[in-house]
């Protein structure tokens, strides 16, 4: 599973941001657009994840994961043929298919059926290997770029894709959940799907990330800019920037201690405060550099705490029965939500007049999610 998800991330993902200048230059396509259809793309995912979540609980995660690499390498195909920008936005449009059965969301309920009450350690695992995906697949990307130009490259990229993931995903999970030695989790109550995501906790967890990830999202995307206008130059601001990804790392290792210290309520609530002040910190702090880049890797940190969050947040609440379903639900909002952060900080920056402005609106919203935190509870958490 980590060496899927790395791949997964890495060609279906990270490919494109590493793509976007050379394949404007070849086309004409301006950058603005194709970064329209990748963000189209992963509305398209959060949409499909619904309903990838409830076959992962009716079919078990082979075919169905399998499928999505199958979609993943024809959608680059896609890619690579695409004579003008419709088609090239209607690739991006399947893509989001694709990742939506073999990104994080399917691959935390996997995870979870496999290693219930030990799930943290295995996701932690998960996403601290897959945090590597821009590491290792951005410079391949780039090479074939330079070697072979991005259309040939992307039929290479889609190669890799099929040759590591088709078979993974066929032949190590599970045709159905209750084949082998996997099976559900035993002893929790069967929770009624309908119920559970009309209820207030569930609607309040949902508006918590999804502020959280907003706000964090919306902040560190721009980070650079942000800096810009504090007087950072613009190399320290890149090293600023690139360091968002080690306090992602250092976030996730330090989320592990968490769940046995701290119930699932406060370490939501702690974990969105922490994100608000490290947005308020970004927003209000003129300087001196030095801190500025501090408060930036926390915020890092944050992000990283956050992705684990969201992987566990749910089955702490209502338990691992019917969990792909519930899951699947709760990720939409959330996911659609980073899909179009990076381009709401501009978009409200121009508006309001400056990036550190639109930071403190970015924090306002991150605190109102403090607010919402604190009414996860559920009869059976703290």
């Known amino acids: 599973m980590c060496v899927s998800q790395t791949t997964s991330w890495g060609l279906l993902y990270y490919s494109l941001p ?74 991006w449009l399947v893509a989001g298919f694709a990742q939506a059965a073999v990104f994080y969301q399917p691959a935390f309920v996997v995870l979870t059926r496999w290693y219930g009450t030990h799930r943290v350690r295995a996701l932690t695992t998960l ?31 889609a190669g890799i894709l099929a040759i590591v993931t088709i078979p993974l995903h066929w032949f190590f999970l599970n045709a159905h959940w209750t084949s082998g ?34 706000a964090l999202y919306a902040v560190t995307f721009n980070l650079i800019a942000l800096f810009l206008e504090r007087g950072v130059d613009y190399q320290t601001a890149a090293v600023a920037f690139g360091l968002i990804g080690v306090g992602q790392v250092i976030g996730r290792v330090a989320y592990s201690a968490l769940p046995s210290r701290t119930s699932a309520v406060r370490r939501t609530v702690v974990l969105t405060a ?10 209000l702090v003129p300087g001196p550099t ?34 792909g379903s519930l899951q699947g639900v709760f990720a939409a909002p959330v996911t659609i939500v980073g899909a179009l952060a990076p381009a709401a900080g501009p978009a409200l920056a121009t508006v309001l007049g400056g990036y550190p402005i639109m930071g403190v609106v970015m924090a306002v919203l991150a605190t109102i999610g403090v607010v919402t935190a604190t009414r996860t509870r559920t009869r059976t958490t703290a």
């Open 290 to 323: 030095g801190l500025l880049v501090v408060v930036a890797v926390l915020a890092g940190m944050v992000r990283g705490c956050n992705t684990l969050l969201q992987a566990t947040a749910v089955s702490e609440r209502w338990g691992t029965r019917n969990f």
């Open 127 to 157: 996403t601290l290997v897959a945090g590597f995906a821009s590491t290792i697949f951005a410079p391949i990307t780039a090479a074939l770029i330079d070697g072979l130009g991005w259309r040939t490259a992307y039929i290479t990229l």
């Open 18 to 91: 590493v793509a976007l200048v050379p394949i404007s230059a070849d086309t004409g396509w301006s950058v603005p657009a194709l970064t329209a259809a990748f963000s189209a793309g992963l509305i398209v995912s959060a949409l499909a994840g619904v309903r990838v979540g409830r076959m992962l609980d009716q079919r078990g995660p082979r075919l169905l994961m399998t499928a999505g690499s199958i979609i993943g390498v024809l959608a680059l195909l896609l890619v690579s043929g695409a004579p003008n920008f419709a088609v090239f936005a209607a690739a």
């Open 274 to 283: 922490a994100g608000a002040a490290s947005v308020w910190g970004l927003a």
């Open 181 to 214: 030695p996997v099976s559900p989790v035993q002893g929790e109550p069967a929770q009624d799907v309908r119920a559970v995501v009309r209820s207030a906790p569930f609607r309040f967890l949902q508006a918590t990330m999804a502020l959280s990830t907003l």
